[in-house]
């Protein structure tokens, strides 16, 4: 039998042992790169430099992050580079003629502009150091077509449904309005934070506080963190959802955010993160009109829903004639959960094994896990501040 070697850690000139998680920075403009640096160190991020494009090769395919500037760019563009994610294009404001072009041919995921995006890099930086991004987490967001159209259960059926199958999951309640998504879990006497006990500074939490301070539920190895509304005081601002989210997502947990009927700001601060919105509609005309308008609201922004159907169909419609009529995919069917009102009720909730709620939970877990992320589509994006 032949022993697997460990992998030889990565040596620098001297001999010492690099972090080959380290983000790499191919940029020639000296101030760009002070500024670079500086921000690497608020972020705890040891920061490679490279001096030429030949190293700039070496690291390529393995840096977590690579930040270029213009000259930077056009060197790797001129060698060549095979295509990789995470490519951050820097430049000072303003920034310069022809610099978005090449940043798109080069398939750069954004390209930033200092001073105003430094606290954007500072997260970046930080998530590149945590971990590489082919581990992150799926975001999926749950929307109602109308009141009561079971949204809510539905997004709590999902993380059941993850939780069983193993995968650590974080559940968040964006509906301040929505009575508690602790209330749907069952979970309402339980200790741990609610919305209006977090306070978030700098944008950014970690998934390792959150498991500690919220309510949770175990499976195995696995855990269902929630996030839950607690029937008072405001609703999440934006910034706390999207610092809730990433952290979820950096973590590599399938993140799920039930969403209130009206979308305001902090509805598409989840909406704009999410990998798959599903939008849940009961079998009904009225709501199919109404799934149509909320549909067309997501496309507007970028988002592709899909369609839960969920039955009985008073008028005798079928899910596919529902789904055309309102002009979103198909994604799952679910008859009514037996017994399901009166398991809320009790604060007992759990979807049946084989029951429809967990049927189109799967369905939907599938999905997720096949979408591409929202953070690997290939845009190029701008952040200025
Ligand atoms: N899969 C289901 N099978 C049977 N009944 C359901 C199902 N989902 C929801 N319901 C019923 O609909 C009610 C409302 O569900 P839920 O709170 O999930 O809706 P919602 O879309 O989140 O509503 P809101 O507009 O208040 O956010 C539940 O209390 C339950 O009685
Ligand atoms: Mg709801």
């Known amino acids: 039998m032949t022993r697997r070697q460990a992998p030889r850690p990565a040596l620098d000139p001297r001999g010492h042992v690099v972090n080959a998680n380290r983000p790499m920075a191919f940029v020639a403009d000296e101030s760009l790169l002070d500024d670079l640096l500086k921000l690497a160190v608020a972020a705890a991020c040891e920061l490679e430099r490279v001096p030429d494009v030949t190293a700039a090769r070496q690291r390529w395919s393995t840096a977590p992050l690579v930040l270029l500037d213009q000259k930077g760019v056009a060197e790797c563009m001129a060698e060549s580079m095979p295509p990789r994610g995470a490519i951050v294009v820097v430049a000072t404001d303003p920034e310069p003629p022809e610099l978005w072009k090449q940043s798109m041919e080069i398939g750069a995921e954004r390209v930033v502009t200092l001073p105003g995006a430094e606290p954007w890099l500072v997260n970046a930086l930080a998530d590149a150091m945590e971990g590489p991004a082919s581990n992150a987490g799926k975001v999926l967001t749950v929307l109602g077509a109308r009141g009561g159209a079971g949204a809510s259960v539905f997004a709590v059926a999902v993380g059941l ?7 650590n999951t974080l559940l968040i309640d964006c509906d301040p309005k929505g009575g508690g998504l602790d209330l ?3 979970a309402e006497e339980e200790k741990g934070m609610r919305w209006p006990d977090m306070q978030l500074s700098a944008g950014r939490v970690a998934a390792s506080s959150l498991h500690m301070s919220l309510p949770a539920r175990r499976s195995g190895d696995a855990q269902l963190t929630l996030l ?3 029937r ?3 609703g999440p601002a934006p910034d706390a959802v999207a610092a809730v989210i990433e952290a979820g997502r950096r973590a590599g947990e399938v993140v799920i955010c039930d969403l209130p009927r009206q979308l305001e700001a902090a509805a598409w601060s989840a909406i704009d993160r999410a990998d798959l919105a599903v939008i849940v509609t009961p079998a009904e005309v009225r709501a199919a009109v109404t799934a149509k308008q909320l549909a067309r609201e997501l496309s507007d922004r970028g988002a592709s829903p899909q369609l839960v159907v969920r039955g009985p169909s008073p008028g005798g419609l079928r899910a596919d004639e529902i789904a055309a009529s309102a002009g979103i995919p198909l994604l799952a069917t679910m008859r ?3 017994q399901l009102a009166q398991s809320l009720e009790r604060g007992m909730f759990h979807p049946r094994p084989r029951g429809p709620l967990t049927h189109a939970a799967k369905t939907t ?4 896990a096949t979408v591409s992320s929202r953070t690997h589509r290939g845009h190029t994006l701008r952040t200025a501040s």
């Open 161 to 167: 449904t993850a939780l069983k199958a193993g995968d």
């Open 184 to 186: 749907v879990l069952g």
């Open 228 to 230: 839950s509304g607690a």
């Open 232 to 234: 008072k005081g405001e």
């Open 336 to 338: 009514p959960e037996p």
């Open 365 to 368: 877990l599938n999905e997720l």
